[in-house]
């Protein structure tokens, strides 16, 4: 399990109902993030990607796009290019748990809505926040607070937002700089936990699932 390459998964919503729109899908893997951003029909600013890549170490591909549809569409042609046949496993925080979790099932709503496939279906995946709460004693069970408790701070001087639902309000406003910063914030936290976890438990620890809606669990 451990010699597949890991690739990180985020998103960015308007909010939690069925009617609510993604904002932002990000993908972080070892040499660079890719970024897709919904700009809502508004224009996006100038040399965006140019100045977010000033502010960070290792750089991002970002794209605007003028509706979720056209980023889901986007995003699909993506995974289908680089991802899909290739050696990657698909990681999440609380992305697909036993009980729900957030990011697959809001994508898998949004897809319908859409009447768009589901991209993920040569993916195996690993949901990170399991593997923090069965083999790791933490105070903390978000994202940003196993991450600061166990690795320090050093994504939060990346991040402009000290909560999640700010990004709701960020993307409402048009203050598309800070959402990005903060959807790679997430991304970046979660594969830096994954390698971490990776380094101290058995590969038993990693409970993987095919995404592929047709197959028998790996």
Request: glycine share 6%; hydrophobic share 40%; with cysteine.
């Given at each position: 399990?451990?010699d597949?390459k890991t690739?990180?998964f985020?998103?960015?919503t308007t909010?939690?109902?069925?009617?609510?729109?993604?904002?932002?899908?990000?993908?972080?893997a070892?040499?660079?993030?890719?970024v897709?951003?919904?700009?809502?029909?508004?224009?996006s600013?100038?040399?965006?990607?140019?100045r977010?890549?000033e502010?960070l170490e290792?750089?991002?591909?970002?794209?605007?796009?003028?509706?979720?549809?056209?980023?889901l569409k986007?995003?699909t042609a993506?995974v289908?290019?680089?991802?899909a046949?290739q050696e990657?496993?698909?990681?999440a925080y609380n992305?697909d748990?036993?009980n729900?979790?957030f990011d697959?099932?809001?994508?898998?709503?949004?897809l319908?809505?859409?009447?768009?496939g589901?991209?993920?279906?040569?993916l195996p995946?690993?949901?990170v926040?399991?593997v923090?709460?069965?083999?790791?004693?933490?105070?903390?069970?978000?994202l940003?607070?196993?991450?600061?408790?166990?690795?320090?701070a050093g994504?939060?001087d990346?991040?402009p937002?000290a909560?999640?639902?700010e990004?709701?309000?960020?993307?409402e406003?048009?203050?598309f700089?800070?959402?990005?910063l903060?959807?790679?914030?997430?991304?970046r936290r979660?594969?830096a936990?994954m390698?971490?976890a990776?380094?101290?438990?058995s590969k038993?620890?990693?409970?993987?699932?095919?995404l592929?809606?047709?197959s028998?669990?790996?």
């Amino acid at each position: 399990m451990t010699d597949l390459k890991t690739v990180a998964f985020d998103i960015e919503t308007t909010g939690f109902a069925t009617t609510d729109r993604l904002t932002v899908v990000g993908f972080d893997a070892a040499i660079s993030s890719r970024v897709f951003l919904n700009l809502g029909g508004c224009t996006s600013p100038p040399e965006l990607e140019q100045r977010l890549n000033e502010e960070l170490e290792t750089p991002i591909t970002l794209s605007v796009h003028d509706s979720e549809a056209a980023l889901l569409k986007a995003m699909t042609a993506f995974v289908d290019a680089t991802l899909a046949d290739q050696e990657y496993k698909l990681i999440a925080y609380n992305g697909d748990t036993w009980n729900g979790g957030f990011d697959l099932p809001f994508l898998r709503t949004r897809l319908t809505t859409h009447n768009l496939g589901w991209p993920f279906a040569e993916l195996p995946y690993v949901e990170v926040l399991d593997v923090f709460e069965s083999r790791f004693n933490t105070t903390e069970d978000t994202l940003d607070g196993v991450y600061e408790e166990l690795i320090g701070a050093g994504l939060g001087d990346v991040d402009p937002f000290a909560d999640s639902a700010e990004a709701v309000t960020a993307w409402e406003n048009g203050a598309f700089e800070q959402l990005v910063l903060h959807n790679v914030a997430d991304i970046r936290r979660t594969r830096a936990l994954m390698e971490l976890a990776e380094r101290y438990c058995s590969k038993s620890d990693f409970p993987m699932k095919s995404l592929d809606p047709v197959s028998n669990p790996i």
